[in-house]
């Protein structure tokens, strides 16, 4: 095919078209992204599980991981505020406050005990030790 055909949601079009204005962007650029546009990448060895995500824009502050068993989350908070200096009169001030989150399940629980993270130029390193499983265990008949 020599051109492919984009096409967008039918109400995006006609909110475009009546009220142009409702859809404006932040002053501090694009948003947060949604739960699905945070990469991740997950690797595994034999002792951990090693997971890389991009969630650039956000203090490190401002990001807090939980796992429960298998299962991590993923959660980042943006609060970008408007400097004002004195003797200025602000004719139009936009903030933007968000949070995203995203779980996802590992196919072995991890040692909470040994996990770590390392946030460093926008990218979560997550280092999650596998919890060793105990292993069966024969038991004497008395």
Do not use: C, W
């Amino acid at each position: 095919m020599a051109s492919q055909l984009q096409r967008g949601n039918l109400f995006d079009d006609i909110f475009r078209e009546f009220a142009p204005g409702f859809f404006i962007k932040p002053l501090h650029g694009d948003s947060l992204p949604a739960a699905s546009q945070i990469k991740i990448d997950v690797k595994e060895s034999d002792t951990a599980y090693t997971v890389n995500a991009e969630v650039p824009g956000v203090n490190k502050e401002d990001i807090h991981v939980s796992i429960d068993g298998g299962v991590v989350t993923l959660r980042a908070e943006v609060k970008q505020h408007d400097s004002e200096a004195s003797g200025e009169k602000v004719l139009r001030s936009e903030r933007y406050y968000g949070a995203v989150a995203r779980s996802f399940q590992l196919p072995q629980e991890v040692d909470q005990a040994g996990a770590k993270a390392k946030y460093e130029n926008g990218v979560l390193l997550l280092s999650l030790p596998k919890k060793q499983a105990s292993g069966a265990q024969r038991l004497n008949i008395e």
